[in-house]
């Protein structure tokens, strides 16, 4: 069975959170550089990464980076997604292989599902 790397971001989680930046919008908070916890980090990236006019998601994954660095394994997932799809960053299954890693030793499942995927993508690259 071919397996395919998840195609949404984990909006489940966080879906419907204001970011905790007190009451500023997510582009306020973008150039403030404000988020100060791993939950508020991944919730700006979520807005970046989201519908609407605000999309970037080269801004959102600023956001994950750190909501990863802060111990949030969603951000780490989301963040894995952006580099294995090339969205907001340059596309990179290696980097892609770290963060799914990172974020399957903290428990996520859904990057453990995605982790073997990225690994045959950066066996493949070694092999050319």
Not at 16 to 40: E, F, I, L, V, Y
Request: hydrophobic share 35%; charged share 15%; net charge positive.
């Amino acid at each position: 069975m071919k397996k395919s790397i998840t195609t949404a971001l984990v909006l489940s989680a966080m879906s419907g959170c204001a970011p905790a930046t007190g009451g500023a919008s997510a582009h306020q908070s973008a150039r403030g550089s404000s988020c100060n916890s791993a939950t508020s980090c991944q919730n700006i990236g979520l807005r970046y990464a989201g519908r609407g006019d605000q999309k970037n998601y080269a801004i959102a994954a600023r956001y994950f980076e750190r909501s990863c660095n802060y111990g949030l394994s969603e951000g780490c997932n989301n963040l894995a997604f952006l580099y294995a799809n090339a969205r907001g960053v340059t596309q990179s299954y290696t980097l892609a292989y770290k963060y799914w890693g990172m974020a399957c030793r903290m428990g996520n499942e859904a990057a453990c599902a995605n982790l073997d995927l990225a690994k045959e993508k950066v066996a493949a690259m070694h092999r050319r």
